[in-house]
Antibody, heavy 116, light 107 residues
Framework: EVQLVESGGGLVQPGGSLRLSCAAS????????MNWVRQAPGKGLEWISY????????YYADSVKGRFTISRDNAKNSLYLQMNSLRAEDTAVYYC?????????WGQGTLVTVSS | DIQMTQSPSSLSASVGDRVTVTCRAS??????LAWYQQKPGKAPKLLLY???RLESGVPSRFSGSGSGTDYILTISSLQPEDFATYYC??????????FGQGTKLEI
């Protein structure tokens, strides 16, 4: 089974940008549709974006539509999330997760903090 | 969009107890439901999908049932390692997917 490792989180000011990465081990990344799911501190899980194996279609939650962009590079076994116009309410642990319907596997998460 | 409502939001139980968690969808989802377990500081772990199909490696004390809009996660005999937060998630039709708000199972 593929293993996933997120990176790129950190502290960013409101209105700023950040790019998250999710690196997959093994040779099966291209066979997975992928998702980003986030979890605000002390809160529940929120699905935010999906990308198919071939990069089309892509879907977004209303809360991030127009600000976040999901992409992937199957040759590099990598998934990305470009986050622009960040807000305080985007503060969360961001997980990448494989799957077209249910989510498995999951990465360990990367924390994004939006604060001045 | 489909809304998922879990109950209870928290639950106190003891080792050996039988526990149920309920998840209700705002419309019928034809068994397109998964259950996850999350422990503090860890990523969620898939337990069941298709409402009742046990993920490989998950103990058989976990089971799922339901149909239409109402689904149940049952843990038949609680073990110490089962104290965690549980989430349901619907995947009916295309995204957006949605999670329930979680049920925290405490000792």
């Amino acid at each position: 089974e593929v293993q996933l490792v997120e990176s790129g989180g950190g502290l960013v000011q409101p209105g700023g940008s950040l790019r998250l990465s999710c690196a997959a081990s093994g040779n099966t990344f291209s066979s997975y549709s992928m998702n980003w799911v986030r979890q605000a501190p002390g809160k529940g899980l929120e699905w935010i974006s999906y990308i198919s194996k071939s990069s089309s279609p892509k879907y977004y939650a209303d809360s991030v539509k127009g600000r976040f962009t999901i992409s992937r590079d199957n040759a590099k076994n990598s998934l990305y999330l470009q986050m622009n116009s960040l807000r305080a309410e985007d503060t969360a642990v961001y997980y990448c997760a494989g799957g077209a319907n249910w989510f498995d596997p999951w990465g360990q998460g990367t924390l994004v903090t939006v604060s001045s | 969009d489909i809304q998922m409502t879990q109950s209870p939001s928290s639950l106190s139980a003891s080792v050996g107890d039988r526990v149920t968690v309920t998840c209700r969808a705002s419309q019928g989802i034809s068994n397109a439901l998964a259950w996850y377990q999350q422990k503090p500081g860890k990523a969620p772990k898939l337990l069941l999908y298709g409402a009742s199909r046990l993920e490989s490696g998950v103990p058989s004390r976990f089971s799922g049932s339901g149909s239409g809009t109402d689904y149940i996660l049952t843990i038949s005999s609680l073990q110490p390692e089962d104290f965690a937060t549980y989430y349901c998630q619907q995947y009916y039709t295309t995204p957006p997917y949605s999670f329930g708000q979680g049920t925290k199972l405490e000792i």
